[in-house]
């Protein structure tokens, strides 16, 4: 494999996508890059498909026993890894990053790491997080014991995701926006221009550890370039002037990348939905009657033929996908009854929008700029529209679109987006998305756009994940259950499960396609 080391890989994408810092960062776009740049103490397997969403020891010796009922765990620190700045890590830096996920806020502090011991105190005053009792190092053993304020059956799920990365205890507790934080991965982040360029060069001190957490890359440089549209993306990987993109491509080009370059082009069905969500503060869609209208009116087939047809995409009437736990075929969103969607029904979506009275009032949709997400846009402007309402579209950087839909401040009534799960567990759809949790007034990361919180909701999904404890197919069967009452409620309106397509240039070998990360591109080469 020496052979294929070396050269610079050329990434694209039409944008940016906010902070590079990985503990605050929540998206696809830079999680894929945060696998390369960063550790935890665990990682999800860099591997293919379903291997991917295995977890393994990262910074970590090994995966320990619970103790304690499921309550306490203790990690014994792997030795002589070190950060791109050349110092190694340790226990300190542990738990000082695990302080720093709540002394900047983050976005998951609240969802993912609030079963901690002193998470609660952390949560009321972040600036003064010191998770005593929660997270205890002890720098002679090379152990941190993390003790659970309950069981969590998630615990090592959410110790894998780029939220947990371990970072210098010296960096800032606030965003670190576009100045690189040393990190331990094969790559670091040597520059970040969100206008133009993100630069990964070799980490100097990075000595393999673990193939299946971390293996070496082969390429010397990662260069991720921000600013061609998706069909000048497609032009220059056909022309091998770049070897990847991330949006997806023109449905326009999706007949030529098929059959002239179908050998460079990798089609892979994704654990992932498109959705609107609705939001459940502000009119209409305070009123759930519009919202259930909605999802009656729409053509899910009409969005499958947008996104590039069904070769591509099918449609979603839920919110779990299809082969994810917990999910059920289940519509209630369609003309004649079925598990799944067949046809919309308009005569029973004017009929509720009648009843609401909330006809002739404006609705303005916000899309990213960006083809598939405005053309969603514009067909749900349609319909909108001939459900008697003042439609109209706004489409924005998908660089910032991704924040402004999650800030209340923005008073974003319906947007287009997407959710690609942290790990595989249902509650990382229903939990972080609908949970009252999920929501905090003017945060930018506030990931539950519908602003929906529900009480008697909230304890059917923290009762499913008690139950998950000790009875993971029982909680899966309560999951299911959950996931059609978030359809009844509807604050968000389902619209497809996409597959991936990767279209990458002729220079490019090895590609390798995680359901956690999708493209694995360290392990790729360029000849």
């Given at each position: 494999?020496?052979q294929h080391r070396g050269g610079t890989m050329r990434l694209l994408a039409v944008a940016a996508e906010g902070t590079g810092d990985p503990q605050i960062n929540y998206s696809l776009k830079n999680w894929q890059v945060f696998q390369y740049t960063y550790d935890g103490l665990l990682a999800f397997k860099k591997a293919n498909l379903d291997n991917g969403f295995t977890v393994v020891p990262d910074l970590a010796a090994a995966l320990p026993e619970p103790q304690d009922g499921g309550k306490t765990y203790v990690f014994t620190l792997r030795k002589g890894i070190k950060f791109s700045n050349g110092d190694e890590v340790t226990v300190k830096d542990v738990v000082a990053s695990f302080q720093r996920i709540f002394k900047i806020v983050g976005p998951t502090a609240g969802t993912f790491y609030n079963k901690i011991v002193g998470a609660d105190a952390c949560l009321k005053t972040p600036d003064g997080c010191t998770l005593e009792g929660g997270v205890v190092g002890d720098d002679g053993a090379g152990t941190v014991t993390f003790h659970l304020a309950q069981p969590d059956?998630?615990?090592?799920?959410?110790?894998?995701?780029?939220?947990?990365?371990?970072?210098?205890?010296?960096?800032?507790?606030?965003?670190?926006?576009?100045?690189?934080?040393?990190?331990?991965?094969?790559?670091?982040?040597?520059?970040?221009?969100?206008?133009?360029?993100?630069?990964?060069?070799?980490?100097?001190?990075?000595?393999?550890?673990?193939?299946?957490?971390?293996?070496?890359?082969?390429?010397?440089?990662?260069?991720?370039?921000?600013?061609?549209?998706?069909?000048?993306?497609?032009?220059?990987?056909?022309?091998?002037?770049?070897?990847?993109?991330?949006?997806?491509?023109?449905?326009?080009?999706?007949?030529?990348?098929?059959?002239?370059?179908?050998?460079?082009?990798?089609?892979?069905?994704?654990?992932?939905?498109?959705?609107?969500?609705?939001?459940?503060?502000?009119?209409?869609?305070?009123?759930?009657?519009?919202?259930?209208?909605?999802?009656?009116?729409?053509?899910?087939?009409?969005?499958?033929?947008?996104?590039?047809?069904?070769?591509?995409?099918?449609?979603?009437?839920?919110?779990?996908?299809?082969?994810?736990?917990?999910?059920?075929?289940?519509?209630?969103?369609?003309?004649?009854?079925?598990?799944?969607?067949?046809?919309?029904?308009?005569?029973?979506?004017?009929?509720?929008?009648?009843?609401?009275?909330?006809?002739?009032?404006?609705?303005?949709?916000?899309?990213?700029?960006?083809?598939?997400?405005?053309?969603?846009?514009?067909?749900?402007?349609?319909?909108?529209?001939?459900?008697?309402?003042?439609?109209?579209?706004?489409?924005?950087?998908?660089?910032?679109?991704?924040?402004?839909?999650?800030?209340?401040?923005?008073?974003?009534?319906?947007?287009?987006?997407?959710?690609?799960?942290?790990?595989?567990?249902?509650?990382?759809?229903?939990?972080?998305?609908?949970?009252?949790?999920?929501?905090?007034?003017?945060?930018?990361?506030?990931?539950?756009?519908?602003?929906?919180?529900?009480?008697?909701?909230?304890?059917?999904?923290?009762?499913?994940?008690?139950?998950?404890?000790?009875?993971?197919?029982?909680?899966?069967?309560?999951?299911?259950?959950?996931?059609?009452?978030?359809?009844?409620?509807?604050?968000?309106?389902?619209?497809?499960?996409?597959?991936?397509?990767?279209?990458?240039?002729?220079?490019?070998?090895?590609?390798?396609?995680?359901?956690?990360?999708?493209?694995?591109?360290?392990?790729?080469?360029?000849?």
């Open positions: 494999m020496a059956p998630e615990f090592f799920f959410k110790l894998a995701v780029p939220h947990a990365s371990v970072v210098p205890a010296s960096t800032p507790s606030k965003d670190q926006g576009t100045t690189p934080i040393p990190g331990t991965g094969p790559y670091m982040i040597e520059s970040y221009n969100p206008n133009t360029r993100m630069t990964l060069l070799r980490n100097p001190h990075f000595k393999e550890w673990s193939t299946e957490a971390q293996p070496d890359g082969f390429p010397d440089e990662i260069h991720y370039d921000f600013g061609l549209t998706e069909e000048a993306a497609i032009t220059a990987i056909e022309n091998g002037q770049a070897d990847w993109m991330y949006d997806a491509a023109p449905a326009d080009r999706l007949n030529e990348i098929g059959t002239q370059y179908a050998d460079q082009t990798h089609v892979t069905p994704l654990t992932a939905f498109w959705y609107a969500p609705m939001n459940t503060n502000l009119e209409p869609f305070n009123d759930v009657r519009v919202r259930r209208a909605l999802n009656y009116a729409i053509d899910r087939n009409q969005i499958v033929n947008l996104y590039g047809g069904p070769v591509l995409a099918q449609p979603s009437c839920q919110i779990l996908p299809p082969n994810f736990p917990g999910h059920v075929d289940s519509c209630i969103y369609t003309k004649e009854p079925s598990a799944k969607w067949s046809a919309p029904d308009f005569d029973k979506a004017k009929a509720l929008v009648k009843e609401s009275g909330t006809a002739g009032q404006s609705v303005q949709i916000i899309a990213a700029d960006e083809a598939v997400s405005k053309a969603i846009g514009t067909y749900l402007q349609s319909v909108l529209t001939d459900l008697g309402y003042e439609a109209s579209v706004k489409a924005i950087s998908s660089q910032i679109q991704g924040t402004y839909i999650k800030n209340s401040n923005n008073n974003v009534q319906i947007s287009i987006t997407q959710w690609y799960p942290d790990y595989p567990a249902a509650s990382n759809f229903l939990y972080v998305l609908l949970s009252c949790a999920s929501f905090t007034p003017g945060s930018d990361n506030a990931q539950n756009s519908a602003q929906f919180c529900d009480q008697g909701f909230d304890a059917k999904m923290n009762a499913a994940l008690k139950q998950a404890i000790s009875d993971p197919e029982g909680a899966n069967r309560a999951w299911a259950d959950i996931d059609r009452e978030a359809m009844e409620k509807s604050p968000v309106l389902p619209l497809i499960t996409p597959k991936h397509v990767d279209f990458v240039s002729k220079r490019l070998g090895n590609f390798v396609f995680s359901n956690q990360f999708l493209f694995v591109f360290s392990q790729a080469w360029v000849k």
